[in-house]
């Protein structure tokens, strides 16, 4: 099992950027593909963006592509994702797992989230 620490979260205004930290303790992350996950107020848990094990591989959902870069330093057991022209839709608490790509579900391990509110 990975333990994940999340952090980098916010309060920001629209249009700026922020940089999401997912630590892992383990070694075996680097085995793992990982995903990110957001939920905001009122709404279930969606899908944000994934990498594989390697990091040859990268997915991002339709609304934030352009915008959110995930990557991953399996040296540090570190998963980022760089979030830039953030919008108040973006607003949600943003986790952080470990990942089946090839069914986009989680495993089952997840971080604690950190908060990301941004405004118009």
């Known amino acids: 099992q990975v333990q994940l620490v999340e952090s980098g979260g916010g309060l920001v205004q629209a249009e700026v950027s922020l940089r999401l930290s997912c630590a892992a303790s383990g070694r075996t992350f680097s085995t793992y593909s990982m995903g990110w996950f957001r939920q905001a107020p009122g709404k279930e848990r969606e899908f944000v963006a994934a990498?594989?094990?390697?990091?040859?591989?990268?997915y991002t959902r339709d609304s934030v592509k352009g915008r959110f870069t995930i990557s991953r330093d399996n040296a540090k057991n570190t998963v980022y994702l760089q979030m830039n022209s953030l919008k108040p839709e973006d607003t949600a608490v943003y986790y952080c797992?470990?990942?089946?790509?090839?069914?986009?579900?989680?495993?089952?391990?997840w971080g604690q989230g950190t908060t990301v509110t941004v405004s118009s």
């Open positions: 990498i594989s094990w390697i990091g040859g591989s990268t």
């Open positions: 797992t470990t990942m089946n790509i090839a069914t986009m579900k989680s495993l089952g391990s």
